[in-house]
């Protein structure tokens, strides 16, 4: 699946890219945003992520344009959660609205379910997998044999960055980002406090060293 992503802010577009390309999707990020139809056209994408606010022209008139001649799905991304900004979008043509600053997990959930309606897109699981534990993202627990613990969001987002690096150092940065996003307002001691209740938990259930600690980098699965 190709999604490409209408969006200026480099940060933000990094974001995304980085998470949906650990999903197994294809990105693209548009190279001439005077010429956004013709990067489409090109590039033949199964959902667009379209900022509102663009150099050039908005996010509504490249929306309308790709209307006249492609369903394609949109998911418009937008600073302005005002009622009528979403049903401008709507009327525009777009699939679903998600408010700045995004929450990752929900983004991917609505890409994912744009695409199943658009596609009749399977995902092929909702658990990630290391060893004899599973991450289950839909029910927020990690399950093992005999073994169900329920996670907050945060600890599913810790879980889920450490899963994907299968064993490699997840960067301390990388985690902060993963969570919350930004790492404007969030320190070391935020991460540190979260992982130590999620230690705590997994104590519990005979898995005090399932994650590990690289001083001055990050963290991983023991193995």
Same mark, same amino acid.
């Not at 009749?120 to 613990?149: F, H, M, R, T």
């Not at 307002?185 to 938990?201: E, G, P, Q, S």
């Given at each position: 699946?190709?999604?490409?992503?209408?969006?200026?802010?480099?940060?933000?577009?990094?974001?995304?890219?980085?998470?949906?390309?650990?999903?197994?999707?294809?990105?693209?990020?548009?190279?001439?945003?005077?010429?956004?139809?013709?990067?489409?056209?090109?590039?033949?994408?199964?959902?667009?992520?379209?900022?509102?606010?663009?150099?050039?022209?908005?996010?509504?008139?490249?929306?309308?344009?790709?209307?006249?001649?492609?369903?394609?799905?949109?998911?418009?991304?937008?600073?302005?959660?005002?009622?009528?900004?979403?049903?401008?979008?709507?009327?525009?043509?777009?699939?679903?609205?998600?408010?700045?600053?995004?929450?990752?997990?929900? =983004?991917? &959930?609505?890409?994912?379910?744009? /695409? #199943?309606?658009?596609?009749?897109? !399977?995902?092929? %699981? $909702?658990?990630?997998?290391?060893?004899?534990?599973?991450?289950?993202?839909?029910?927020?627990?990690?399950?093992?044999?005999?073994?169900?613990?329920?996670?907050?969001?945060?600890?599913?987002?810790?879980?889920?960055?450490?899963?994907?690096?299968?064993?490699?150092?997840?960067?301390?940065?990388?985690?902060?980002?993963?969570?919350?996003?930004?790492?404007?307002?969030?320190?070391?001691? =935020?991460? &540190?406090?979260?992982?130590?209740? /999620? #230690?705590?938990?997994?104590?519990? !259930?005979?898995? %005090? $060293?399932?994650?590990?600690?690289?001083?001055?980098?990050?963290?991983?699965?023991?193995?």
């Amino acid at each position: 699946m190709k999604i490409l992503i209408v969006e200026d802010d480099q940060t933000l577009f990094q974001l995304l890219a980085n998470e949906l390309n650990q999903w197994g999707y294809e990105t693209k990020g548009v190279e001439n945003f005077n010429e956004v139809y013709q990067e489409v056209l090109h590039f033949q994408p199964e959902l667009i992520l379209m900022d509102v606010t663009l150099p050039y022209y908005n996010g509504f008139y490249w929306t309308e344009k790709i209307r006249q001649h492609s369903k394609v799905p949109i998911i418009f991304i937008s600073s302005h959660s005002e009622s009528m900004n979403i049903v401008q979008a709507m009327q525009y043509g777009a699939d679903d609205y998600i408010v700045k600053p995004i929450d990752i997990a929900v =983004t991917r &959930a609505k890409i994912q379910a744009v /695409l #199943r309606r658009a596609y009749d897109y !399977v995902v092929e %699981s $909702d658990k990630l997998a290391y060893k004899n534990l599973s991450l289950n993202l839909a029910a927020c627990k990690l399950e093992g044999q005999d073994i169900s613990i329920d996670l907050t969001r945060t600890e599913l987002l810790i879980l889920e960055c450490l899963f994907l690096a299968k064993g490699d150092i997840a960067k301390r940065e990388s985690i902060i980002e993963h969570c919350w996003q930004s790492d404007q307002f969030i320190d070391d001691n =935020t991460l &540190a406090v979260n992982m130590t209740r /999620l #230690r705590k938990k997994l104590t519990k !259930v005979g898995l %005090s $060293d399932f994650i590990m600690t690289k001083k001055g980098v990050g963290y991983y699965l023991h193995e």
